[in-house]
């Protein structure tokens, strides 16, 4: 039976030791090959990863992977027998069991390559791990052909093939999670993969294709491209060879992923499928009934975890009622104080933010929002920091209210009612996460049925999904498809089939 | 002295009519889980509630089901109870409930409400342990108030209360809660938390020490507790070394507690003279289990009650047996578990005592004290709303049917 990958007890002291000794171990500025059918190739353009709390520290020279190299990947994907290996869901355990060995290592990478802080590392692992055991669960329930009805003299199967060749576009927030999750459900239900990880984030999404090829994989179901999005990603996506896309990223590139897989080009055999989880802008509801400490507590974790840099992460905060002012000012001082560093340092909460591009986009967002910032916490010269910033009073028509950051830039509302809180939680674009601190019995029953998100979360952080237990993803403009790591996910990547034979032969049934 | 005889002695006694009507509401409670689990969640919510039509509202959503069902007049009642008009009537009676309820278990917002309180503990011979109420720091800022309040607490008791000789923690005594001494308290940033906590304790240590008070170190969730103990021996083995007495706690619930004594009995050893040692069962029983099954981790209390009770009479043995290192307060309300504490250190003849919480069990430490035992009571004082979460873990234990206590007053 399924059971969640546990998280570290970092609390035992040991463990702690061992974590920070892989961070020791850990070697930089290793070489990044692309790979293809097994064999490592080595470009001669490269792109460097860098450790974003130390930009100096140069994590990982990746190969850029050309459209020739593309096209070679397609070319023998073609060919692959994956879908008639037999044992795909025991592969992925070999995955998992693989994963859980290196844990502590790939966490290190984590914290380094994507500034991860070590809570966070070690629960993308464990989710990695969740997905390969999970999906290769579910790819057991589902294999098995099912007779539709009971009817005399005729027999009706129901069953999945795979789709084909798909291509995974991955993001750099969660670099061994999402890209694990992706790529392993397409590949148990019989398709081959693949991959492009993020730009900044190469090295872990290398060492998951390894850890997967290891697991038993064949050679030619998973290929690895890092390389830049305009030029492999576009060039992949607008294949006709390929017939799905698994993306997970910004709602602008997704989006445009959705246009560019509608376009049936000549020769193409089938209509793409696209497999997309993009943005959100999250709110969290604390109505006059909650305990503001939990609150508090909920709120900083949401917004200001891995600086606000999850799809599921608090950006809007929307407070009920008189208690506004108090509840404000008290946050206000706890985001001062929050602690920010160099993510291999354990004791940091709020890491830097992946690169200066999203460094300088949100340092021009606060300084040209034009509203006072309420409070802000420290942050080191160095790397690539944001600080945790609160605003208050923040009008509803605001770009800081609407549109998302990916930042820990969190801003507050007052409204009068429970109604009315519940009207502006709705009013986003976006439908993912969501919250409401209360101890009003009345009012959680409304969010339940009234506060339209994909993941609603009631008296407790909006972050934090875990496989099979909390399905994760939304609607609107946050993406179309089903949840990751819940029961519907592993249909997207395949399509059914029927056969109905008539078994009576003169009359014999 | 058997635990037999104590036991039918506090049966007997006679109930004041604020207990009677208290013992009366728990055992309503009772009868129906839900109930009383709404009843408690009421409780929680009531201090935060502005408008009498809101605590109706939330009155009525909590209860009315659990009500209708358990007791139907009382449903219709509380029907009635919500409608405009009659709600402040409600909110009246809600609040008057509540604030018995707390001033059973609180013993004032201040130290200033509570001397009268603490001065008929001294004069029954009896001794207190004051704790201040807000376990929750979330800046640096509210960490501050925490430790600024107990240095005015130990200013105003000071000059009430003149030091004694003939024992550790008579008549000034204070337990602290560490946790709330630093808004970063972490495991993951434990140097840091060591290093901020200790600093603010150091204050509020140095001044007890100017006033002659003793001070206890509060046990909390197994997270914190490595930093509290290592805060403790930062304290008394570095920076007071000489101080009589540092109080710590021990929990019994927990798996690994052995070790913890041990850990304490080393501490002992590097002072170079004996601590006090606080030996309670553990009160975050439930959630410690419900966080570790939540996150898959090996589940650190025991699992059955027996086990935990055992557990307590092994530590008992153990504190009794290293005497030269430690005095021994044997704090709960069973009295069976008390019992088999103070029987063995007086076979021993060791200095000891027993600690409970002011206004859980009034009959059992009249009892004990009168038959020569010292108990020392735990008094928390402060506000409403930051002591909910102490007053509803005593509701809780008062309620248990796991706990001894309820066997007092459910029959
Ligand atoms: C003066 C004083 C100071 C205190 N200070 C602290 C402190 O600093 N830190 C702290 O944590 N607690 C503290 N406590 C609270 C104390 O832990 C509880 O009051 C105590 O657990 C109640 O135990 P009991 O012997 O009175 O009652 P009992 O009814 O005999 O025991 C109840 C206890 O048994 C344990 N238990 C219940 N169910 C189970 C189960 N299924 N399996 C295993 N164990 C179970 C729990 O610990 C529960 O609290 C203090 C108590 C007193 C009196």
Same mark, same amino acid.
């Given at each position: 039976m399924f059971k969640n990958e546990p998280f570290?007890?970092? =609390? $035992?002291e040991e463990n702690r030791k061992l974590l920070l000794s892989a961070l020791e171990r850990l070697s930089l500025g290793s070489k990044v090959p692309c790979i293809l059918k097994g064999d490592e190739v080595f470009t001669k353009e490269t792109l460097d990863s860098v450790?974003?709390?130390?930009?100096?520290?140069?994590?990982a020279s990746s190969s850029l992977a050309s459209i020739d190299l593309a096209q070679e990947a397609i070319h023998i994907s073609k060919s692959?027998?994956?879908?008639?290996?037999?044992?795909r869901s025991k592969i992925l355990k070999n995955a998992a069991s693989i994963m859980r060995v290196r844990k502590h290592e790939l966490s290190a990478l984590i914290i380094r390559e994507s500034g991860k802080p070590w809570r966070e590392a070690d629960a993308d692992v464990a989710e990695a791990i969740d997905f390969c055991d999970y999906y290769a669960d579910e790819w057991e329930r589902l294999q098995t052909p099912e007779k539709t009805m009971e009817v005399p003299g005729e027999d009706n199967y129901y069953f999945y093939q795979p789709r084909g060749i798909s291509v995974v576009i991955s993001p750099w927030n969660f670099p061994f999670a999402i890209p694990c999750g992706m790529v392993v459900a397409s590949l148990v239900c019989g398709n081959t993969v693949i991959l492009k990880p993020a730009e900044q984030t190469p090295r872990i999404g290398y060492e998951l294709v390894k850890i997967l090829l290891e697991a038993?994989?064949?050679?030619?179901?998973l290929h690895f491209l890092p390389g830049l999005g305009e030029v492999v990603g576009d060039y992949l996506v607008k294949? =006709?060879? $390929?017939?799905l896309v698994a993306f997970t990223g910004s709602k602008a590139v997704g989006l445009s992923i959705i246009e560019a897989c509608g376009k049936v080009s000549k020769g193409q055999e089938s209509v793409k499928k696209v497999v997309c989880e993009m943005g959100g802008k999250n709110a969290i509801i604390v109505d006059e009934s909650a305990d503001q400490d939990d609150a508090i507590k909920g709120i900083i974790d949401s917004a200001f975890?891995?600086?606000?840099?999850?799809?599921?992460?608090?950006s809007r905060l929307i407070i009920v009622g008189d208690q506004y002012e108090e509840l404000v000012s008290r946050l206000g001082d706890a985001v001062r104080n929050i602690r920010a560093g160099?993510?291999?340092?354990?004791?940091?909460f709020l890491p830097p933010l992946i690169d200066s591009e999203a460094q300088s986009r949100v340092h021009k967002a606060i300084q040209n929002?034009?509203?006072?910032? /309420?409070a802000q916490s420290e942050v080191p010269k160095d790397g690539y920091f944001i600080p945790a910033t609160l605003f208050k009073?923040?009008?509803?028509?605001?770009p800081i209210f609407l549109?998302?950051? /990916?930042?820990p830039v969190l801003a507050a509302v007052k409204v009068k009612s429970f109604d009315e809180a519940l009207r502006v939680a709705n009013s986003s674009e976006y439908a993912l996460t969501g919250g409401v601190f209360s101890r009003d019995p009345e009012n959680l029953e409304r969010a339940k049925r009234e506060?339209?998100?994909?993941n609603l979360y009631l008296n407790?952080? $909006?972050?934090g999904a875990l496989v099979k237990r909390q399905p994760f993803g939304g609607f609107?403009?946050?993406?179309?498809g089903s949840k990751a790591g819940?029961?519907? *996910?592993?249909?997207?990547?395949v399509e059914p089939r029927v056969v109905t034979e008539n078994t009576i032969r003169k009359g014999m049934i | 002295m058997t635990p037999e005889e104590i036991l039918k002695e506090i049966k007997e006694s006679k109930l004041g009519l604020i207990d009677f009507i208290h013992q009366k509401s728990l055992a309503l409670l009772s009868k129906d889980e839900e109930l009383k689990l709404n009843a408690f969640r009421f409780v929680d919510v009531f201090p935060s509630l502005r408008s009498s039509s809101e605590v109706s509202k939330i009155l009525r959503a909590y209860l009315s089901a659990p009500l209708n069902r358990t007791y139907p007049i009382l449903g219709k009642l509380l029907k009635l109870g919500t409608i405009t008009g009659i709600s402040l009537v409600t909110k009246f009676f809600a609040s008057w409930g509540i604030t018995i309820l707390a001033s059973k278990v609180i013993a004032g917002r201040t130290a200033k409400d509570a001397i009268p309180k603490l001065k008929s503990i001294l004069d029954s011979g009896q001794g207190f342990t004051v704790d201040l109420l807000?376990?929750?720091?979330?800046s640096e800022k509210e960490a501050e108030v925490y430790k600024d309040r107990y240095l005015e607490v130990l200013n105003s008791l000071s000059k009430k209360f003149t030091p004694g000789k003939?024992?550790?923690?008579?008549?000034l005594c204070i337990s602290v809660k560490?946790?709330?001494? *630093?808004?970063? =308290?972490d495991y993951l940033n434990f140097d840091k938390s060591v290093e901020v906590i200790s600093l603010r304790a150091k204050e509020i240590v140095a001044r007890a020490e100017e006033v002659g008070a003793q001070v206890y170190i509060d046990a909390e969730d197994t997270a914190t507790n490595q930093i509290i103990y290592a805060v403790f021996e930062k304290l008394f083995?570095?920076?007071?070394?000489? $101080?009589? *007495?540092p109080g710590i706690v021990l929990q019994c *619930?927990?798996?690994?507690s052995l070790n913890t004594f041990n850990r304490l009995k080393d501490i002992a050893v590097k002072r170079g003279s004996p601590i006090a040692v606080r030996l309670v069962k553990g009160a975050y029983w439930d959630v410690e289990r419900a966080l570790a099954i939540q996150n898959g981790f090996?589940?650190?209390?025991?699992?059955s009650k027996k086990e935990t009770d055992r557990n307590f009479e092994v530590l008992s043995d153990k504190l009794v047996e290293n005497s030269d290192y430690f005095l021994p307060g044997f704090a709960g309300h069973n009295l069976f578990s008390l019992s088999y504490g103070i029987n063995l250190a007086k076979q021993k003849g060791i200095n000891f005592e027993v600690q409970t919480l002011y206004g859980m069990a009034d009959t059992l430490s009249n009892a004990l004290s009168k038959r020569g035992v010292f108990v020392r009571q735990y008094v928390p004082i402060g506000e409403l709303i930051p002591g909910m979460g102490y007053l509803v873990r005593r509701l809780v234990e008062n309620t248990s049917?796991?706990? /001894?206590?309820?066997s007092l007053w459910d029959v």
């Open positions: 570290t007890d970092f =609390t $035992i450790d974003p709390s130390d930009p100096k520290v140069i994590v692959s027998k994956w879908e008639y290996v037999q044992d038993g994989v064949s050679k030619d179901a294949s =006709t060879d $390929i017939s975890g891995f600086a606000g840099q999850k799809c599921s992460a608090c160099a993510p291999k340092d354990p004791a940091t929002s034009g509203l006072k910032v /309420f009073d923040v009008p509803l028509d605001h549109s998302e950051l /990916f930042a506060f339209k998100v994909g407790r952080k $909006i972050t609107k403009m946050s993406g179309v819940g029961r519907d *996910y592993l249909l997207q990547f | 807000g376990e929750y720091c979330v003939d024992r550790p923690g008579v008549p560490l946790s709330a001494l *630093y808004s970063q =308290t083995c570095q920076d007071f070394p000489k $101080i009589k *007495y *619930y927990l798996k690994d090996d589940i650190p209390v025991f699992e049917n796991e706990g /001894f206590l309820r």
